[in-house]
């Protein structure tokens, strides 16, 4: 994830610094993030967090944040690429606008994945059973990710290559 996001900060900077970007790449990433992280990879976590929602009241309340977060992520995300869409298709946008979106995406995942893995995660490892990490792993289709799963989906083979 930190990979993919790291690849369209790049891309951004190629951008700003008036060099030529690579488009498509972001393309792909955002294709990737709005339509497979965000509706297989998010319920997930979701599920996961539910574990830690009976740990005491501040947890639950982490907990209805993350959840806001995964909601907020997929609608900034989509923004961005509709931006992007835009962008190629050599609609007229302002600047100003594009750059906006697209910090508003990055900022919040940054923040979002910052939280989880420091503060949720290593949570999650303290009170979750092996039975209940057995269940969660039947949920998620990881092998099955057309991007980090066993076989590579033709549509993200450039952008697996860039990462
Ligand atoms: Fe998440």
Redesign the pocket.
């Known amino acids: 994830m930190v990979q993919i996001l790291n690849a369209i900060e790049r891309e951004l900077g190629h951008l700003e610094g008036h060099e030529a970007a690579d488009l498509p790449l972001v393309h792909d990433a955002l294709h990737y993030l709005t339509n497979y992280a965000d509706l297989y990879h998010?319920p997930v976590?979701d599920r996961l967090f539910e574990h830690l929602e009976r740990v005491d009241e501040s947890t639950r309340q982490q907990v209805a944040r993350?959840r806001e977060?995964?909601q907020a992520l997929y609608i900034k995300g989509k923004a961005f690429f509709d931006a992007v869409r835009e962008v190629e298709s050599e609609v007229a946008m302002e600047r100003r606008e594009f750059d906006l979106l697209a910090r508003d995406y990055l900022d919040t995942q940054r923040q979002?994945l910052d939280f989880?893995e420091a503060i949720m995660f290593p949570l999650a490892r303290r009170v979750l059973t092996e039975r209940d990490w057995e269940a969660l792993a039947g949920l998620g289709d990881s092998e099955g990710d057309p991007l980090f799963g066993r076989l590579v989906h033709q549509e993200y083979e450039r952008l697996k290559n860039a990462l």
């Open positions: 998010h976590e993350l977060e995964h979002h989880e």
